[in-house]
């Protein structure tokens, strides 16, 4: 059975079980604009705080389908019935199966700007795709929570559906029993379907691959668990990566602290480099960092406990895979990055690397005295560009006339070549 597209109203997007299913659908917004905690004006790459709650068994629901049930929510009583309902009470943070619900905002936020809080209060508003509601903190979550009967638990069977931002509410399909009360891998049938659900939820429309290793694939899959890397670059491209969050670390003054050098090598950003090929992603790596756009700029701090020969490299990682028709999408290919070593004032160039070409390496080798420099990362291209930074080096010992000299001496012609400071 294939569900007429004309059943499907604008911004509305379904989950489908073990049946073909051409989604086509009017996007809404690509990203949040405007939420409870950060107020309107967000834009592409800023990082994002998102509210979520529960709607009360009995708030109504406008059907998003043909055939879909009108009945109110049940989700609370599906829940406690089928995942249990530990002590009961008002306060749903008790139940066994939030912490569930709380797993999917924590893995979004790990691997993102995005961070989440729970919203205890809802206003108790119908669920409806036609109006605009938005959260206020304290009164209502930005993303609530619902569900009811939408299409039974065979056939064409829809598990759950998600409103873009900046709706973001999310039914699920309280039909689905024997699936969603399989407990095996801690529930993760229900985790992967709230994951991709809340993955439309913050803006991600389906990708379409060959390889069915991406969450946001149209059909459920518990061959891994959570987002995968398509999905966590696509998360990226919309509010960043997890530094963004905070303040982020745009200038010197808000640098991420690599820490004190003291010859052991420093190495980020080492889960996204998988090699060429697509590598599952497990849930607990969380070592994902990008420049998000042509704008962002990474500032990275980093502190030599003495004098060292200094080597500084920068390599865009990322695999190639199969991602919405083009066969050789490379995720390493995205925006040519240069790197600009700073002084402790965060402005003096002491060298820089700009190897022209997406997925060049860049590098910087001098000899630094004991103090604190600053790493600049910035993007040539209006694109999502995953990277790894290392910082290794070896004792340098200064001989009579002084090495140290010398290396500053270099530092100055190099940082001659091109000055950027942005
Ligand atoms: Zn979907």
Known sequence: MLRPVSALTKSALVLVLFAALNVSVTFGQSRWGQTATNGSGLGLGDATEITWGFVSDGTAITPAYSG??????????????????????????????????????D??????????SYEANDSGQRIDNTISPRGQLGVVADVRIA?????GQTGSNTLAYNYFPDHGDMVIDTDNVSFYSNSSNNYLGLRNVLAHEF??????????ANDSRQLMEAFVNTTF?????????QAQVRYGDNWEENGGNDTFSVATDLGIFDGTEILIGTDANMGSTVVEVDPDQVDFISIDNGTDVD???????????????????????????????????????????LASDGTTVLGDSNNAGLGVSEQIDMILEAGTYYVQILGNNDATQFYQFGASGFSAVP?????VALGVL???????????VR
């Open 225 to 233: 668990d959570g987002p995968q890397i398509d999905d966590i670059h």
């Open 68 to 105: 879909e049930s009108s009945d109110a929510s049940d989700l609370v009583s599906f829940l406690d019935m089928n995942l249990g309902s530990g002590a009961g009470g008002s306060d749903l943070t008790n139940r066994p199966w939030f912490s569930v619900f709380d797993s999917i905002f």
């Open 199 to 208: 993955g439309h939820g913050m803006g991600l429309p389906h990708v379409t």
């Open 299 to 341: 500032f990275l701090k980093i502190t030599l406990d003495s004098i060292y020969d200094m080597s500084f490299a920068l390599d865009m990682v990322g695999p190639t895979y199969d991602h919405d028709g083009d066969s050789s999408y490379s995720l390493a290919n995205q925006s040519d990055l240069d790197m600009v070593l």
């Open 399 to 403: 001989e009579p006339g002084s090495m």
């Open 107 to 116: 893995r979004w936020d790990a691997v993102s700007g995005l961070s989440f």
């Open 410 to 420: 270099g530092a100055l012609l190099v940082g001659r070549r091109r000055r950027i």
């Open 147 to 151: 569900g009811h009967s939408i299409d």
